[in-house]
């Protein structure tokens, strides 16, 4: 065995999670715990685990970064053209995962996925730092390329060609998705491995809301 971890544990006792006293919209308690992550020593809270279905059926997970909640959703950007891009155009739904470890509080979103507006996505891309937009310009993300020379070249060809304008325009093949929840669970580690876990379900238009066993 390369790697024993059998005897590598934590005991989980910060808090715990009552039902009665959750939210009964679970964006409004995503919320709530997000903002207790971003005033814990957290880095960087909207750091998320986005699992997507492959076009061959294999499951792909990657972190990205959340970029905004909304009613209808959560939002995150990222390269059309790139795995994450190819499995959601192949199967539109995905799960995200959220872990906050000062609080020992884990987040799961699961829903369909589907594309912002295209000038939600020039806006934000607008918003990014210059050499950021380069960056996501010259990137033909996921593909096989042969040495990182080929990226510098695409950085400097851009940094030349832009270099009296403040932004870059938004590449057509780059932009926003939004999550649109159909499941929200709420996790709290708890002693003994006894772990407060609350489920959001949403049966027609409104969230049922149940404990699961750990």
């Known amino acids: ?26 964006f409004e308690q995503f919320k709530h715990w997000f903002k207790a992550a971003q005033q814990s020593e957290v880095r960087e809270p909207n750091a998320m685990t986005l699992a997507t ?10 972190i990205v970064l959340l970029k905004g909640v909304e009613e209808g ?8 053209d790139s795995q994450k891009g190819q499995d959601l155009s192949a199967h539109p739904y995905a799960s995200v995962v959220f872990f906050w470890d000062a609080q020992q509080r884990q987040v799961r979103v699961e829903g369909k996925v589907e594309k ?8 934000y891309f607008q918003s990014r730092p210059k050499g950021s937009q380069i960056g996501a310009t010259a990137s033909p993300q ?29 590449p057509e093949n780059w932009g926003g998705y939004r999550l649109v929840p159909d499941c929200f669970e709420f996790w709290q580690g708890r002693s003994s491995r006894l772990h407060d876990r609350i489920r959001y379900r949403l049966v027609g238009e409104e969230w ?4 699961l066993a750990p």
């Open 1 to 26: 065995m390369l790697l024993d971890l059998g005897d590598l544990r934590e005991d989980y006792n910060k808090d715990e999670l009552f039902l009665e006293e959750t939210s009964p919209n679970p």
């Open 53 to 62: 279905i492959a076009p061959n059926g294999r499951p792909k997970a990657r």
């Open 73 to 80: 959703g959560l939002v995150f950007y990222t390269n059309y």
């Open 116 to 123: 912002v507006m295209s000038a939600t996505s020039e806006a």
């Open 142 to 170: 996921s593909q096989v390329i042969p040495n990182r020379d080929v990226l510098h070249e695409k950085v400097q060809a851009l940094e030349q060609k832009y270099a009296k304008e403040e932004t870059l325009p938004l």
């Open 208 to 211: 049922l809301r149940e404990r």
